[in-house]
Every structure is written in structure tokens, then in C-alpha cells.
């Protein structure tokens, strides 16, 4: 039995959170359980997923406790994580309770309607503040959802925002007071489990063709294709 996620299908909505007791580190373990989640929601034919964290914390990021020689692994885990949640056939809703920081900022990206919690939670890509080179598949995310300048600083300052800062350039689309979180979660979520399916999953894929390209090259690149990833 695992312990660091969950799924709950309610009214035709799953709900996946993720809750390690910690900072929500997105592990090969824990990237294995989330896709594993969302096969489990398209075939129960929920209307719309949400993914969620713990309190105050969506995800600090991938799990740097993994040894070294692991890391290009454990990001091309990601990068399919991300790619998934990108071309998902029905909406993705992420209710942000906090911090959502390197990989945890990606799992926003990757969305399609997000909701943040008011507060000091802290939203940003701090790859390069902490001496890490971003992989191509996150440039290809940040490039698809970020308005230049913003992908421009946020991507080579490695700077964090707050939630009302995050908003503005496109790490949400909502902050709503921390107690208010889950309603209006579910409320954008049962808006969106309104919309034709069908058009929904074509359109989505037409749209994010070129950044599901990018994802996949630099999946390949991970993977040692003897390329610089």
C-alpha cells in the first residue's frame, strides 16, 4: 500500500493527491503512481481529474536524494508525467495549497486550469539557484505556458514567485483564500466537466503539438541518445 498518493472518484471527478508527509518530492515512485492514477481516471471515464498536494505544498520538485547517476531517469519519468497531464483527454484541474517549486511548478504548467492558495507558498522554476541546468522537456513546458519576458526571467533567474506574482505571468489562473481552495476547485472542475470531451482531447492535442514534440525529444535525450539533456 502506498503512502504517498492518493485517488478518490466522486460525481465523476477524480481526485488524485499527493501527500508524502514531506515536500511531496516527485520520485520515480511517485511519478509511477500519478500516471498510474490518471490510466485509472480515463478508464473509469471521469470527467475531470484534479491533482493536489498536501497542506501548504503541492511538490517541491523532483526527489535530489536519488543518487546522481538515477536523475536522468527519474526526470524522464517526469517529462512523461508532464507529457500525460498535456494531452490527457479530459480536463486537468491542479488546486495548488502552496508551494509548487522546480518539478511541482512543471505539474501547473502541464495542467489545464489552475487554482492556487493565497499565502506565503512560493511558485517558481529554481533550477538555476541551486546549480542545475534546466532539461530540454522543462524549457519546452515553461516556453508553451509562460508569456516571453516572464520565461525568459523565470527560467535563467530561477526566481519565485508568490501566488498572486504567479498569476500574473501564468503559474495559475486563480488565488483564492487557503479555506476556499477546494470549493472553488470543484467548482472549475464541474464547469469544465460540461464541455464536449471529444473536442476537448482533439483540440488539446492540435494545440500542444509542438510542445509534446519537445517533451519527446527531450525524453530521448534522457534517455541516452547522445545528445546533451
Given at each position: ?57 503541492l ?5 535530489l ?11 524522464a ?11 490527457f ?12 517549486i ?128
Amino acid at each position: 500500500m502506498t503512502t504517498r498518493t492518493r485517488y478518490e472518484l466522486t460525481d465523476d471527478i477524480a481526485t488524485i493527491t499527493m501527500d508524502d508527509g514531506k515536500v511531496n518530492a516527485v520520485s520515480p515512485d511517485m511519478s509511477a503512481e500519478l500516471l498510474g492514477h490518471l490510466d485509472r481516471a480515463e478508464a473509469e471515464d471521469a470527467k475531470v481529474v484534479v491533482l493536489t498536494g498536501r497542506e501548504r505544498t503541492l511538490s517541491a520538485g523532483f526527489d535530489l536524494k536519488v543518487e546522481p547517476a538515477g536523475w536522468p531517469a527519474m526526470m524522464a519519468a517526469g517529462a512523461r508525467l508532464s507529457a500525460r497531464m498535456l494531452s490527457f483527454p479530459r480536463p486537468v484541474v491542479v488546486a495548488c495549497p502552496g508551494n509548487a517549486i522546480a518539478m511541482g511548478a512543471f505539474l501547473l504548467l502541464s495542467a489545464d486550469y489552475r487554482v492556487g492558495a493565497d499565502g506565503d507558498g512560493r511558485i517558481g522554476l529554481n533550477e538555476v539557484a541551486i546549480g542545475l541546468t534546466l532539461p530540454w522537456f522543462a524549457i519546452e513546458i515553461a516556453r508553451h505556458r509562460l508569456p516571453r519576458p516572464a520565461f525568459d526571467r523565470c527560467t535563467v533567474t530561477g526566481v519565485l514567485l508568490d501566488p498572486h506574482e504567479a498569476c500574473a505571468v501564468g503559474f495559475l489562473d486563480a488565488v483564492v483564500d487557503a479555506d476556499a481552495l477546494q470549493e472553488a476547485t470543484l467548482t472549475a472542475a464541474r464547469q469544465l466537466a460540461t464541455i464536449d470531451a471529444a473536442a476537448h482531447a482533439a483540440t488539446k492535442v492540435r494545440i500542444r503539438r509542438e510542445v509534446l514534440a519537445g517533451i519527446e525529444d527531450g525524453i530521448a535525450r534522457l534517455e541516452g541518445d547522445g545528445r546533451e539533456w
